[in-house]
């Protein structure tokens, strides 16, 4: 549950802030000794670097297995290859991906103490983690405007399709290349970070060349995606607010309906500041004030933080969503839901145009109806 995987993190962060030393350690310092051997001697203690390691791990298990698990019941499940659908298996992919190219290589780098791969490695699990990072990041903001023109309708009848979908997903993917291919050709550059077993953009040795370039990427890819996701579900939550002080009297339904609206909005919100807030805060804190001093496992601890939406994402965004939900278990029960009791030869019966976001009918009881 999401209240285990919450305890196990404190659990974790708990046992490296025990293990701080009460020096800091500049993180201005860049590479140097960051691919020459361990570095435990220098910058925490190996218990530090043993605890990421068994955070990296269990996040490589659960993400590959919860992510995997999308993946393989879109494939099988026609109903769920809706043009609705595209994003949230955009996202399970991305996070496949962040998982393949940056955990797995944060788990054996913490074991190791140092990052073993070298430099190359390390500019490439920079750029891929930053890449397919901000393609989960975009790919949250553009399922949250799906459910905003699907709901309130502010285009009137349009009617939300297959290539609309397609370009959606398109979008997440050269939107993040453009902005994740100038630190190899020049404009800052993929470097060690905090414990120097991972890598990324190059938040630390200032000047204009490095510092635009994080300014540029929190603009574009952090407040930019966030903005569209507060508009979106704010305006959701305020159609159908509105749909139900349109009513005479409110049903028990219509109330729990409201309810779960609410939840929504307030978890998902929730989770992506959870996720990036702290990141993109540290980044944008030390790109602007050189002079502070942060020890290195403090600076590690919000990439390997946002890490870990990799598992939490697809509980949040997959599923809880009912159509998912529903095909996952006929999956594992061998086409049987054990909780309906039913063969799954629903395929033909979802329409194509549903949502997982929770909806107001026009017409009949007129009444909220939860996804």
């Not at 009513?247 to 990036?276: D, H, I």
């Not at 290195?296 to 599923?319: C, D, G, H």
Request: charged letters at 10%.
């Amino acid at each position: 549950s999401l209240e285990t995987w919450g305890i196990f993190l404190l659990w974790i962060f708990g046992c490296i802030a025990m293990d701080l030393p009460t020096t800091s350690v500049g993180i201005e310092n860049g590479t140097v000794g960051a691919f020459d051997g361990p570095q435990w001697p220098y910058f925490a203690p190996k218990s530090t670097y043993m605890a990421v390691a068994t955070l990296m791990g269990t996040v490589v298990i659960l993400a590959s297995f919860v992510n995997g698990l999308v993946i393989v019941v879109s494939i099988k499940y026609k109903k769920l290859r809706s043009p609705l659908n595209y994003i949230l298996v955009n996202l399970a992919i991305a996070d496949l991906l962040v998982t393949f190219f940056g955990s797995t290589v944060s788990f054996s780098n913490n074991i190791n103490g140092y990052f073993v791969l070298g430099e190359t490695v390390c500019q490439f699990e920079g750029f891929m983690v930053s890449l397919t990072g901000i393609v989960g990041l975009w790919s949250l903001a553009i399922l949250a405007f799906e459910r905003y023109i699907v709901i309130c309708k502010p285009m009137g009848d349009f009617r939300f399709q297959q290539k609309h979908a397609v370009w959606g997903c398109l979008f997440t993917w050269l939107w993040s290349l453009f902005w994740t291919l100038p630190p190899l050709f020049g404009w800052c550059s993929y470097v060690p970070e905090g414990l120097r077993t991972s890598c990324g953009p190059n938040w630390y040795t200032g000047g204009a060349n490095n510092s635009s370039y994080v300014v540029a990427l929190f603009i574009t890819c952090f407040t930019l995606p966030l903005s569209l996701i507060i508009f979106s579900y704010a305006s959701l939550f305020v159609s159908v607010a509105l749909q139900v002080a349109k009513q005479q009297k409110e049903s028990e339904t219509t109330q729990r309906a409201e309810r779960e609206v609410t939840r929504m909005v307030v978890m998902m919100v929730g989770a992506f500041l959870v996720c990036w807030l702290p990141y993109t805060s540290f980044a944008m804190v030390v790109a602007i004030n050189k002079d502070i001093v942060i020890h290195p496992t403090l600076a590690s601890m919000p990439s390997y933080f946002s890490k870990t939406a990799t598992v939490y994402n697809p509980v949040i965004y997959i599923f809880m969503n009912k159509q998912f939900r529903h095909c996952l278990l006929s999956l594992m029960c061998c086409g049987r839901n054990p909780f309906t009791g039913d063969e799954d030869t629903t395929s033909s019966s979802a329409s194509g145009s549903r949502t997982e976001a929770t909806t107001v009918s026009e017409g009949g009881n007129n009444k909220v109806v939860p996804a």
